[in-house]
């Protein structure tokens, strides 16, 4: 992998600008992250991921999306179909176990039918996140239930779903929100709980997951072992919880550097998160001021970061021979009768 900077950048509109593409050259991110106000048409999208990775010089740069289903899907009809929620998944579960985690897999395969062939080669789920009551609906729906043994299941599912399509998946948000009484994109939530309860309920579908290439870290401080950091800016959440506890040793990203829940300028927030032991800074809403700030400190991918970085890359498989209209068909029978 040519030597790319420990960062993934989203960007402004529908094609690139001369300036993003000088930009992009310059700061060379590792990868890309794309949202609504990128998306109008199938080749539209086609023609900026192809640009993406053009003004980085990598054919494989990783290109990612957030298409999880319910309220939370960036490629929307009638460009894809409107997709169920976790929690519709998990009520699939709950009656019947095979059929829940066969649903959530066609689910995901089916997201990498309609995204791979738009160069979009990462979709950042599952969502691992197990609510408890207080928590915040900014979760809700997109988890799979309140039992972390079936959200560890579905999330399994999803993502074999997701690789037998030749996507990775991205798991989130390490090492939990669930509890969190808080949208993190406005502000920081503290959840008081002890280690003990986070580690029996809240960690457990991350550790039962721990082997995923990806994961995305959350904006919320577990104020039972650091009261003063986010584990997004929290070296002893990410050394003793999330590598040491979790087991999870792949690329470790933050979520979003522009969410409100971080305190301090861009170059502080950037610079925070890097020095905490996350592998890579996520930057999401294309734009250039923020942006150039966030790169004035992000570093080189090196060590183990550069590591884990290049075992993503190995990770990528060819999709597998499933039929899209039969895949197709059987989703839509489950959900009829879900």
Same mark, same amino acid.
């Given at each position: 992998?040519s030597?790319?900077?420990?960062?993934i950048?989203?960007c402004?509109g529908?094609?690139l600008?001369?300036?993003e593409?000088a930009?992009?050259?310059?700061?060379?991110?590792?990868?890309f992250?794309l949202? *609504?106000?990128?998306?109008?048409?199938? *080749?539209q999208?086609?023609?900026l991921?192809?640009?993406l990775r053009?003004?980085?010089?990598?054919?494989?740069?990783?290109?990612?999306?957030?298409?999880?289903g319910?309220?939370?899907?960036?490629?929307k009809?009638p460009?894809?179909?409107?997709?169920?929620s976790? *929690?519709?998944?998990?009520?699939?579960?709950?009656?019947?176990?095979?059929?829940?985690?066969r649903?959530?897999?066609?689910?995901?395969?089916?997201h990498?039918?309609?995204?791979?062939?738009?160069g979009?080669?990462?979709?950042c789920?599952?969502?691992l996140d197990?609510?408890?009551? @207080?928590?915040?609906?900014?979760?809700g729906?997109?988890?799979?239930?309140?039992d972390?043994?079936?959200?560890?299941?579905?999330?399994?599912?999803a993502?074999? @779903?997701l690789?037998?399509?030749g996507?990775?998946?991205?798991?989130?948000?390490?090492?939990?929100?669930?509890?969190a009484?808080?949208?993190?994109?406005?502000?920081?939530?503290?959840v008081?709980t002890?280690?003990?309860?986070?580690?029996?309920?809240?960690?457990?579908?991350?550790?039962?997951l721990?082997?995923?290439?990806?994961?995305?870290s959350a904006?919320?401080?577990?104020?039972?072992?650091?009261?003063?950091n986010p584990?997004?800016?929290?070296?002893?959440?990410?050394?003793?919880?999330?590598?040491?506890e979790?087991?999870?040793?792949?690329?470790?990203?933050?979520?979003?550097?522009?969410?409100n829940?971080?305190?301090?300028?861009?170059?502080?927030?950037?610079?925070?998160?890097?020095?905490?032991?996350?592998?890579?800074v996520?930057h999401?809403n294309g734009?250039p001021?923020e942006?150039?700030r966030?790169?004035?400190?992000v570093?080189?991918?090196?060590?183990?970061s550069?590591?884990r970085?290049?075992?993503?890359?190995?990770?990528f498989g060819?999709?597998d021979?499933?039929d899209?209209?039969?895949?197709?068909?059987?989703?839509?029978?489950?959900?009829?009768?879900?």
């Amino acid at each position: 992998m040519s030597e790319s900077n420990a960062v993934i950048f989203g960007c402004s509109g529908l094609s690139l600008s001369a300036d993003e593409k000088a930009f992009f050259r310059e700061t060379r991110p590792w990868g890309f992250i794309l949202f *609504a106000r990128n998306i109008e048409s199938l *080749a539209q999208v086609r023609n900026l991921t192809d640009s993406l990775r053009e003004s980085v010089g990598r054919p494989d740069a990783p290109v990612l999306i957030d298409q999880e289903g319910g309220r939370v899907q960036r490629l929307k009809p009638p460009l894809a179909p409107q997709y169920p929620s976790g *929690a519709d998944l998990g009520a699939i579960y709950r009656s019947d176990r095979k059929a829940g985690l066969r649903a959530a897999w066609l689910l995901s395969r089916l997201h990498a039918f309609d995204l791979l062939p738009l160069g979009i080669t990462v979709n950042c789920l599952p969502v691992l996140d197990v609510p408890a009551p @207080g928590g915040h609906e900014v979760i809700g729906s997109r988890a799979y239930g309140d039992d972390p043994a079936i959200v560890a299941d579905m999330g399994k599912a999803a993502c074999d @779903g997701l690789k037998a399509g030749g996507m990775l998946p991205v798991v989130k948000h390490i090492p939990g929100h669930g509890r969190a009484g808080a949208d993190t994109h406005y502000e920081l939530p503290t959840v008081g709980t002890s280690r003990a309860d986070l580690s029996e309920r809240d960690f457990a579908p991350f550790k039962s997951l721990a082997g995923q290439a990806m994961a995305m870290s959350a904006h919320v401080v577990f104020s039972a072992i650091d009261p003063e950091n986010p584990a997004t800016t929290s070296r002893t959440v990410i050394d003793s919880v999330i590598r040491d506890e979790i087991g999870f040793d792949g690329l470790l990203m933050s979520d979003d550097v522009s969410m409100n829940a971080l305190s301090g300028d861009f170059v502080q927030r950037a610079g925070a998160i890097v020095g905490a032991g996350c592998d890579v800074v996520l930057h999401c809403n294309g734009n250039p001021d923020e942006m150039r700030r966030v790169a004035s400190v992000v570093p080189a991918l090196t060590g183990d970061s550069l590591r884990r970085a290049e075992a993503v890359m190995t990770a990528f498989g060819q999709p597998d021979e499933s039929d899209e209209a039969e895949l197709r068909k059987e989703f839509e029978g489950f959900m009829a009768l879900s």
